[in-house]
T-cell receptor
Framework: GAVVSQHPSWVICKSGTSVKIECRSLDFQATTMFWYRQFPKKSLMLMATSNEGSKATYEQGVEKDKFLINHASLTLSTLTVTSAHPEDSSFYIC??????????????FGPGTRLTVL | DAKTTQPPSMDCAEGRAANLPCNHSTISGNEYVYWYRQIHSQGPQYIIHGLKNNETNEMASLIITEDRKSSTLILPHATLRDTAVYYCIVRVQGGSEKLVFGKGMKLTVNP
């Protein structure tokens, strides 16, 4: 149980294009999903928190117009990197958690998406 | 900032128990201790969590000191596949729900 998938697992795109990454909770309904970014040999950095049916909450320094997050259902959240540039190349990881009775349960992570912008 | 400190690295022989320490001296009463691990180029994997009692599951055991200022993750019989970066994280249950990842500890299991 508690499986989270991401698609695609890797993507290469040209500078200036937009890339959409999907995060799905396969066997549970995730009220809350999180998006992280990880640069080589660095730790995970939280980018934003998304709650189903509401606007995402972005961490300080993360451009909301550049990293569009949609959490339209209890099993799917998407991250769109708009007008991608080489500095956006990174490993993007999502996690999903079930909120019950106002308490957020354990976060389960997807396998990650490696984005390379040429 | 991460509220835990871990040694940067540790080696362990295959088949032996791996004891991974973590200090969280400023932990609050409502904060849980979570352990995740990340194998190279994969997403983090949940291992175990606890509040104050020792916990055990199919992957590992978590020993939390009585004053809750430190804990030890125990992998009872380490295998080569346990080589990973291990993260010890404290998190409020029911609060902002954020997981703040520190640098973690690289465990290398040697044959």
């Amino acid at each position: 149980g508690a499986v989270v998938s991401q698609h695609p697992s890797w993507v290469i795109c040209k500078s200036g294009t937009s890339v959409k990454i999907e995060c799905r909770s396969l066997d549970f309904q995730a009220t809350t999903m999180f998006w992280y970014r990880q640069f080589p040999k660095k730790s995970l950095m939280l980018m934003a928190t998304s709650n189903e049916g509401s606007k995402a909450t972005y961490e300080q320094g993360v451009e909301k117009d550049k990293f569009l997050i949609n959490h339209a259902s209890l099993t799917l959240s998407t991250l769109t990197v708009t007008s991608a540039h080489p500095e956006d190349s990174s490993f993007y990881i999502c996690s999903a958690a079930l909120v019950t009775g106002g308490f957020t349960g354990t976060q389960y992570f997807g396998p990650g998406t490696r984005l390379t912008v040429l | 900032d991460a509220k835990t400190t871990q040694p940067p690295s540790m080696d362990c022989a295959e088949g032996r128990a791996a004891n991974l320490p973590c200090n969280h001296s400023t932990i609050s009463g409502n904060e849980y201790v979570y352990w995740y691990r990340q194998i190279h180029s994969q997403g983090p994997q949940y291992i175990i969590h606890g509040l104050k009692n020792n916990e055990t599951n199919e992957m590992a055991s978590l020993i939390i000191t009585e004053d809750r200022k430190s804990s030890t993750l125990i992998l009872p019989h380490a295998t080569l596949r346990d080589t990973a970066v291990y993260y010890c994280i404290v998190r409020v249950q029911g609060g902002s729900e954020k997981l703040v990842f520190g640098k973690g500890m690289k465990l290398t299991v040697n044959p």
